[in-house]
């Protein structure tokens, strides 16, 4: 089992950054992030697995970097040029040997 902690949503004006993290209490296989907007279902933004390789969602290509450090089992979603429609509780996700778990969600506020 695993605990995922996430940390640094917040409001941000169109065009501006964000950076979250996922602190993981052990160490995990691929970890990713997901995010939810109100009244839509939960989308998969970006994974990565332990060995560096990334995947990105068409809609956040070139604006969104998924990184983790494996020393400090660390996951980072590096969020620039943010628009409005990227509103969204965003989840971090991990998969261990017994399966996958979720974090509790932090909020990302994007004004025009």
């Known amino acids: 089992q695993v605990q995922l902690v996430e940390s640094g949503g917040g409001l941000v004006q169109a065009g501006g950054s964000l950076r979250l993290s996922c602190a993981a209490s052990g160490s995990t296989f691929s970890m990713a992030w997901y995010r939810q907007a109100p009244g839509k279902q939960r989308e998969r933004v970006a994974t990565?697995?332990?060995?560096?390789?990334?995947n990105y969602a068409d809609s956040v290509k070139g604006r969104f970097t998924i990184s983790r450090d494996n020393t400090k089992n660390t996951a980072y979603l590096q969020m620039n040029s943010l628009k409005p429609e990227d509103t969204a509780v965003y989840y971090c996700?991990?998969?261990?040997?017994?399966?996958?778990?979720w974090g509790q969600g932090t909020q990302v506020t994007v004004s025009s």
């Open positions: 990565i697995t332990r060995g560096g390789s990334t």
């Open positions: 996700n991990a998969q261990i040997w017994s399966g996958e778990y």
